[in-house]
């Protein structure tokens, strides 16, 4: 079955970085597209980036764009969201999303910007 897991949020302040990782198992997943998503409280959930299977193309938020990168490990069968010069309002629960006839998402990460 898909599992994925986020590992890697904690408590960073302004200017800071953070490094996300989600451990896939359960699918070939070099051949899917990988997203991460973000929801803070009050708001609707909001995707962030996503990596292509074929050729790793990458997609950001206009948001993040610039300080955020997303990349994968295939043979790690993991995908990172490396988060640079974190801002308060990145504050927010960091998920992973996989499609695979439906779509599956981790658990999530808490990501705090704070001083």
């Known amino acids: 079955q898909v599992q994925l897991v986020e590992s890697g949020g904690g408590l960073v302040q302004p200017g800071g970085s953070l490094r996300l990782s989600c451990a896939a198992s359960?699918?070939?997943?070099?051949?899917?597209?990988m997203s991460w998503y973000r929801q803070a409280p009050g708001k609707k959930r909001e995707l962030v980036a996503t990596?292509?299977?074929?050729?790793?193309?990458?997609n950001y938020a206009d948001s993040v764009k610039g300080r955020f990168t997303i990349y994968r490990d295939n043979a790690k069968n993991t995908v990172y969201l490396q988060m640079n010069s974190l801002k308060p309002e990145d504050t927010a629960i960091y998920y992973c999303?996989?499609?695979?006839?439906?779509?599956?998402w981790g658990q999530g990460t808490q990501v705090t910007v704070s001083s």
């Open positions: 999303k996989v499609f695979r006839g439906r779509e599956y």
């Open positions: 359960g699918f070939t997943f070099s051949s899917y597209t």
């Open positions: 990596i292509t299977g074929p050729g790793s193309s990458t």
